[in-house]
């Protein structure tokens, strides 16, 4: 089993809230500093679907999941309760942002947890957004 979010030294995560928010110097950190199924978990939880297949396939399946549930795949969400990974549920919820989830992150002291959720959340309503945005449709 690969390592959970929960093992990664917290500034390896502040990094990693950086690289979902778009910031390519912090992608490019994770990159280079061993971390490349983080900087592979950022990416697919920005839409890539070559990062999450690396995730996949490279031995980090959990973040692959992880990355699907937060997107609310009912396989992945079904999965992680298959395997116990609450918290990974409850950040799953906090990252769509369901309140009941991200006051047990706070209540719970989960600071770093909560940043990335709320990060996570920003980037997936810019996703929403762009996909209805008319101006960046795609003529054919």
């Avoid at 706070?106 to 101006?135: G, S």
Wanted: glycine letters at 4%; hydrophobic letters at 45%.
């Amino acid at each position: 089993m690969t390592k959970m979010l929960w093992e990664y030294d917290v500034k390896v995560l502040l990094a990693l809230e950086q690289a979902i928010s778009g910031k390519s110097e912090f992608l490019k950190f994770l990159l280079e500093n061993g971390y490349p199924e983080l900087a592979a978990f950022a990416s697919a939880v920005r839409s890539d679907s070559k990062a999450l297949k690396w995730l996949f396939d490279n031995g980090s399946p959990e973040l692959g999941i992880l990355s699907d549930a937060i997107d609310s795949e009912d396989q992945a969400i079904a999965w992680l309760k298959k395997n116990n990974l609450t918290l990974y549920l409850i950040f799953a919820d906090a990252c769509r942002g369901v309140t009941p989830a991200r006051k047990l992150l706070e209540k719970n002291n989960m600071d770093v947890f909560l940043r990335l959720a709320v990060t996570i959340n920003e980037v997936l309503k810019q996703q929403q957004f762009d996909a209805w945005d008319y101006h960046k449709f795609r003529k054919k």
